[in-house]
């Protein structure tokens, strides 16, 4: 079961139906889809991926998924589940426009590392970033994570592929370290 997660300012709370119109806005934002590598999805679409979540991916246990809160207010989406690229786990966050540049990313990279290494077992943890996501790859950088390979897809787009120790990332970040309630 997914554990509800919490940093210094983030709230990871697994989603429940009244917050699949959060989920959908996010994912429906342009700047979002644009930096997260991927095309505009349909709406209807998004609203059956979200309801796999609440009908598959929870019960299930799949993977875990949250929706990131601050101050009770929605500002994103993380996820730490197996990746088809390598064999292991992907780290996955995408947070509003409105939070970019506040150091939430930051943040809520080190509580899915904190998650990864105290809950999942796991040594370490992978990111893909697209290559023109200079925000995103600095903060990597500044995390620990290192270049593995580029991903080319079809349409030429370029995707870095990283990884890091899961505690490296969270290292140095007093006040940050989430702890896991179940929900």
Known sequence: MTPALHT???????YRPEHEDHFVALLR??????????DMVPEPQLREVFRAILTD??????FDV???????TYVGHAE???????????LVTALAPAYWGQGLGGEAVRGLLRHAAD?????EAYGMVGAENTASLALC????????????????SVTKMLVIP??????????TAPTGDPV
């Open 8 to 14: 210094e300012r983030l709230d990871f709370l697994p």
């Open 29 to 38: 934002d342009e700047e979002v889809c644009r930096w997260m590598g991927q």
């Open 57 to 62: 991916v929870y019960p299930q246990s799949r």
């Open 66 to 72: 949250w929706g990131l809160w601050l101050a009770d």
């Open 80 to 90: 730490v589940k197996p990746t088809g690229n390598v064999d292991g786990h992907e």
């Open 119 to 123: 809950t999942l077992g796991l040594t």
């Open 141 to 156: 950088r500044r995390l620990g994570f290192r270049h593995v390979r580029d991903v080319v897809a079809d349409d030429g």
């Open 166 to 175: 899961v505690t490296e990332g969270r290292a140095g970040a007093a006040g």
